[in-house]
């Protein structure tokens, strides 16, 4: 004769959760405790269902007597009294304290609602409230939210945040290399100012945009963000971001690797002065000249991973430093080649394969286009010749000759770091072109409820500390934000109410959400 408890599904749709006995082979509810519309719901009402049978009398069952004389003097069933996203909460919470971002900004309560709840749902500011009361978070108000922006919108909140992040980063790794790249973020706007200019875009929209530079550890981790009009040159944002990097953490031998798009003789030079490394990519067009010796040599027939360690002539050089009689590459020294840096240029199967299949599909859509088939716009390998459209056989016959090369230009020594080094590190930028998306998309970066410049930078510096904390969350993890916010989001922990009681039933974890804990657990959250 001992009670249980049990769930109905009712004909809403809803689990109703009873507590039944059974005598002489006949159940009886003896309670209704109430219907649940979700798990958590149910999880909580289960759980008060079981505490009750065993309240009164330590951890043994109530007789079927006592339980019935109790229920007669019930007078409401159980009621939901709230819900809360308490492990998502802390995760997130714990990620912003641990990275020292609470300290940076002074312990402000809106700031902190405004980096979490764009992990959670990227939205506007407004909606700020919304997504945090659905975690069962008490939410700041709208006008706490708007003063925390406010504070934020100069450079001494960013600067504070940048310095948290550069702390977190020293402590953990090897800070001598970083990576570097810009993106753009478009305004859809009719006029210009001082900040949103329309410039060169990769997507050819004439919108007004903001440039934006992003400079990480090299596992993408945030270290500095700056913001440049939109009409400004790419190239000029490296030297500004690199130099403020290099004063704040007082690294003297520093490598900077970015992609071709940084490759100008200006910033090389730069950098170089700055007694500063650097490994960025090279333009294909450089290929024919820096191989020329080797094409001369050895023909243009390459082998999988076949690697030619060279040099490459400075703007305003010539290659008279190569000498052409002789078989053997140079090796590269700062001192024996003023006027060239370091080039190497890999082949590679796979990527031959790639630009192969690509350079197949350019030259059907020239062919289309000499034919009169398609319009002559932007189209590869198609040259006029006395007013006539014509396949450029040329130039198709030297791209296809460097299919499968990729180019790299560094004023690092071999003695220093060898030439698959070199690569290796170059190719560690895909870590910033991630964190870029991640801005971009998960974190929805574009300040499109922004218009002003101070709104604008302190929109930057806000997305800037949701980075560090889902860049950090990621590597502990091993999972991206993305999917820890949609494991731990549904696990709530759930608050009912049964005639003046309060019972808190906590979530059941999934093996999921429980491995991402052991994680961060050894990461030592």
């Known amino acids: 004769m001992s009670p249980y408890v049990r769930k109905v599904r009712t004909a809403s749709g809803a689990t109703a959760v009873q507590i039944v006995a059974k005598e002489h082979g006949v159940r009886r509810v003896v309670e209704h405790l109430g219907s649940a519309h979700d798990e958590a719901e149910l999880a909580a009402l289960v759980q008060a269902g079981r505490e009750k049978i065993t309240a009164g009398s330590g951890q043994r069952a109530l007789d079927l007597e006592s339980l019935v004389a109790d229920s007669a003097r019930v007078v409401a069933p159980a009621v939901v009294e709230s819900k809360r996203s308490a492990l998502l909460w802390d995760v997130l919470s714990g990620a912003y304290e641990v990275l020292g971002l609470d300290e940076a900004v002074g312990g402000d309560e809106g700031f ?5 709840a764009r992990l959670v749902e990227p939205t506007s500011k407004e909606q700020v409230p919304r997504v945090i009361s659905g975690l069962g978070v008490q939410p700041a108000s709208r006008r706490t939210l708007f003063r925390s922006l406010a504070r934020c919108a100069g450079r001494q909140w960013r600067e504070r945040i940048a310095d948290a992040c550069l702390s977190h980063v020293t402590g953990r790794g090897d800070l001598s ?3 570097y790249d810009v993106t753009t973020l478009y305004f859809e706007a009719e006029k210009e100012d001082d900040l949103r200019r329309v410039g060169y875009s990769k997507e050819r929209r004439v919108d007004p945009q903001v440039i934006v530079g992003l400079l990480v550890d090299r596992k993408g981790f945030p270290l500095r963000v700056g913001c440049w009009e939109g009409s400004k040159a790419e190239t000029s944002t490296l030297i500004p971001m690199v130099e403020e ?4 953490s007082g690294i003297e031998h520093l490598v900077v690797v970015a992609d071709a798009g940084m490759l100008s003789a ?8 700055a007694g500063l490394g650097f490994i960025v990519g090279s333009r294909m067009t450089k290929a024919p000249a820096d191989l020329d010796a080797h094409f001369a040599w050895r023909g243009d027939a390459f082998t999988d991973g076949q690697v030619i360690d060279t040099i490459t002539p400075r703007k305003g050089s010539t290659d008279r430093e190569r000498d052409q009689n002789v078989r053997d590459e140079p090796v590269w020294s700062a001192a024996g ?9 890999a082949y590679s199967a796979r990527r031959f394969a790639r630009d192969n299949k690509t350079l197949t599909a350019q030259e059907n859509r020239a062919r289309a286009v000499v034919a009169g088939e398609r319009r002559p716009k932007g189209i590869r390998f198609v040259t006029t010749r006395k007013g006539d459209q014509v396949l450029d056989e040329k130039a198709l016959a030297r791209a296809r000759r460097l299919a499968g090369l990729k180019g790299y230009v560094s004023n690092i020594p071999a003695t220093v770091m060898p030439a698959s080094e070199v690569i290796a590190s170059y190719h560690e930028l895909w870590h910033v072109e991630q964190s870029f998306r991640m801005s971009k998309h998960d974190l929805r970066a574009r300040p499109v409820f922004h218009h002003t410049h101070d709104a604008i930078q302190a929109h930057l510096t806000v997305v800037m500390a949701s980075l560090a904390v889902a860049r950090h969350l990621q590597q502990a993890t091993g999972v991206s934000i993305k999917r ?18 309060h019972i808190i039933a906590q979530p059941q974890t999934t093996q999921t959400a429980q491995q991402i804990l052991n994680n961060l657990n050894a990461a030592g959250h």
């Not at 902190?112 to 979490?116: A, C, F, Y």
């Not at 820890?484 to 009681?501: A, D, M, Y």
């Open 112 to 116: 902190r609602q405004m980096v979490l």
């Open 337 to 345: 080649f003023p006027g060239s840096w370091r080039a190497i240029w």
């Open 484 to 501: 820890l916010v949609r494991e731990l989001r549904p696990l709530q922990e759930v608050t009912i109410t049964i005639n003046g009681h």
């Open 266 to 273: 200006a910033n090389l030079e730069a950098l170089d002065q």
């Open 177 to 179: 290399l970083c990576l």
């Open 245 to 248: 990097f290099r004063k704040a």
